[in-house]
């Protein structure tokens, strides 16, 4: 969820979270950024995508849309108008291996340099069923060697309980790890919901979520409100935790929030000759009250546009803050193509034994909430990286 990049001088300090500078993820997980993913084929399964700047611009990395809906490729989403549908998919891709275009790189991805491949899933009626989600899987599998997909981010789920592998979901999801390809799954964001597929997949890398608090300091850091358990099988859901709150992720061009983040933004720049000014025609842009189009109190006007830039979470007019497990998953997924980066030969187990090796767990929280604790970015890439200098 978002921040004001420029911090409102109405408020006074402490700030509240909605409005601290947005901490981009190579800097709040303390990144090595030299592997980019590059040439990684990352899949992602979700509700639908459309064409962003973070994955197009200055060159062009999606390389397929498949539509498990309708069961059609496409080189590219096919939306020209952003519907509902759109906006989670287009968020969790962009978390995973976008480039931050719109912010002059500062919001990019771990995975920059990775190619995209986005498979929709979401029905126009708003479901996502099992048949569509394995009709996607099976498809990716089909495609992997096409595309050199090496690495699937599910952050859907079916609705089945089912956590054996006679479940299709699972089933899929152990087929492609066995074919080489890693899965990362979100787990979900209900502590009181059972794990389902395909996060309960035993071989699926099944993230949770911390909370960080923005901030650099590890000490702050507690568990977000993940789903978790132990599945029928006797695995142990999730195997890891990464950040799952306030994540930069792009606002959907041509969409009523993108023009009321654009008209907040501006009026939050401007100086107090200007903001007068202009209040009369932004202000009936946004969502703000008509009668702050004359308010003449700088002051009111000011923490007023403040108060909306937290309440919605808004950190420029190109992004905002999200949070879930569906987004900490991503993150995980772009390590994963880091990894690959680093060493192309490493399997789907060498894989997780970079990421769960190196975790490290938060004290005094019990492991069937966390697994192997918060991913640490550096230390799984210098894992794989021993496998240049290992015979």
């Known amino acids: 969820m978002p921040r004001s990049q420029r911090i409102p001088t109405a408020l006074t300090s402490p700030l509240p979270l909605g409005v601290r500078p947005v901490l981009p993820l190579p800097v709040r997980l303390k990144a090595d950024t ?20 973070d994955l197009t611009q200055p060159s062009q990395r999606i390389t397929a849309y498949y539509d498990a809906v309708a069961d059609v490729e496409h080189a590219m989403p096919t939306a020209q108008t952003p519907l509902a549908r759109h906006w989670h998919g287009t968020m969790t891709a962009c978390t995973a291996v976008g480039n931050g275009h719109l912010s002059q790189g500062v919001f990019t991805s771990l995975a920059p340099d990775a190619t995209a491949i986005l498979v929709r899933t979401m029905n126009d009626e708003g479901r996502i069923t099992t048949p569509v989600i394995v009709r996607a899987l099976r498809w990716i599998a089909a495609a992997a060697e096409r595309l050199n997909i090496r690495v699937v981010n599910v952050s859907v789920y079916a ?10 979901v699972n089933r899929a999801v152990e087929d492609l790890v066995n074919a080489g390809v890693v899965v990362v799954a979100a787990v979900g964001n209900n502590p009181w919901a059972p794990v ?8 699926a890398i099944t993230v949770g979520g911390l909370d960080d ?33 306030w994540l930069p992720a792009p606002i959907l061009p041509d969409t009523d929030t993108y023009r009321e983040a654009s008209a907040l933004c501006a009026l939050d720049a401007m100086d107090d000759d200007m903001l007068l000014a202009c209040a009369p025609r932004l202000v009936l842009r946004t969502s703000l009250p008509r009668s702050l189009a004359t308010e003449r109190s700088i002051t009111t006007l000011r923490t007023a546009i403040a108060n909306r830039l937290s309440a919605e ?11 879930g497990t569906s987004f900490a998953a991503p993150i995980v997924t772009s390590i994963v193509a880091q990894i ?12 997780r034994h970079a990421l769960l090796s190196t975790a490290l767990p938060l004290e005094s ?8 604790g918060v991913v640490r970015q550096r230390h799984a890439i210098a894992t794989a990286r021993q496998c240049l200098t290992t015979p």
């Open 365 to 372: 929280q019990p492991s069937v909430r966390q697994g192997a």
């Open 213 to 245: 608090k923005n901030s650099l300091d590890a000490k702050v850091g507690e568990l977000y409100h993940s789903t978790f358990g132990i599945t029928a099988l006797g695995v142990q859901k999730p195997d890891l935790i990464a950040p799952a709150i």
């Open 340 to 351: 690959l980066d680093v060493c192309p030969d490493h399997t789907p187990a060498d894989v």
């Open 313 to 323: 979470l808004i950190a420029t007019p190109y992004y905002k803050m999200v949070d």
């Open 159 to 168: 609705d089945e309980l089912d956590h054996t592998l006679d479940h299709p």
């Open 196 to 203: 389902r597929p395909p996060a309960a997949a035993p071989s």
């Open 34 to 53: 030299r592997p980019t993913g590059r040439g990684i084929g990352v899949a992602m399964v979700d509700s639908d995508f459309v064409v962003h700047p």
